[in-house]
T-cell receptor
Framework: NSKVIQTPRYLVKGQGQKAKMRCIPE?????VFWYQQNKNNEFKFLIN????????QIDMTEKRFSAECPSNSPCSLEIQSSEAGDSALYLC?????????????FGPGTRLTVL | AQKVIQVWSTTSRQEGEKLTLDCSYK???????LFWYKHLLSGEMVLLIR??????AIERSGRYSVVFQKSRKSISLVISTLQPDDSGKYFC??????????????FGEGTKLTVSS
């Protein structure tokens, strides 16, 4: 069973507020991914890290989203100014590597509701 | 355009039946991998099975197996002897390499399965 830990499980914010969620990857996994699953169950890749460095991110992440994976601390994804369209399930996944099809192990997700 | 297509959004079966979930994908890459995940009600995503294009067409893991038709770009998940605990949402995912070698998965929209006892 996956041991990727995500907190909080549920997050409710007003429009314009900051929303921050955290992820502890599976032990020994240096690569972390963040995905957004919207109400249509579509997955959207947001950003990924290897250790503390960003490997790849989409434009949305570059503008309003910030993410980091500091050494010896949980990874985090923060939305600087929440919008209604940000309401979604945010899934964190970790894997042993990148550049190859390493299995990604997922956490339970943080469900964000923006009122 | 969608790269991973799961035709059925929902389906229901009786306990003991056998189920096949279809998935088709689009890729121009030679090296790619396919995965089937189960999304539990708790939110956890569980990896069920992984298919590499170079391996045999049928992979198995417990009650789960896949039928992989590489030329048709199709991979079906087969669940034998359904149990109520099999209820959940099943996602097909495609991994294909990007420039720079980063890895990400492209998911289908998922199929919600309900198994009745």
């Amino acid at each position: 069973n996956s041991k990727v830990i995500q907190t909080p499980r549920y997050l409710v914010k007003g429009q314009g507020q900051k929303a921050k969620m955290r992820c502890i990857p599976e032990k020994g996994h240096p690569v972390v991914f963040w995905y957004q699953q919207n109400k249509n169950n579509e997955f959207k890749f947001l950003i990924n890290f290897q250790n503390q460095e960003v490997l790849q991110q989409i434009d949305m992440t570059e503008k309003r989203f910030s993410a980091e994976c500091p050494s010896n601390s949980p990874c985090s994804l923060e939305i600087q100014s929440s919008e209604a369209g940000d309401s979604a399930l945010y899934l964190c996944a970790s894997s042993l590597g990148w550049g190859g099809p390493y299995e990604q192990y997922f956490g339970p997700g943080t469900r964000l509701t923006v009122l | 355009a969608q790269k991973v297509i799961q035709v059925w959004s929902t389906t229901s079966r009786q306990e003991g039946e056998k189920l096949t979930l279809d998935c088709s994908y689009k890729t121009s890459q030679v090296l790619y991998h396919l995965f089937w995940y189960k999304h539990l009600l708790s939110g956890e995503m569980v990896l069920l099975i992984r298919q590499m294009p170079s391996t045999i067409a049928i992979e198995r893991s417990g009650r789960y197996s896949v039928v992989f038709q590489k030329s048709r770009k199709s991979i079906s998940l087969v669940i034998s002897t359904l149990q109520p605990d099999d209820s959940g949402k099943y996602f097909c995912a495609l991994w294909e390499p990007n420039q720079g070698g980063s890895a990400k998965l492209i998911f289908g929209e998922g199929t919600k399965l309900t198994v009745s006892s």
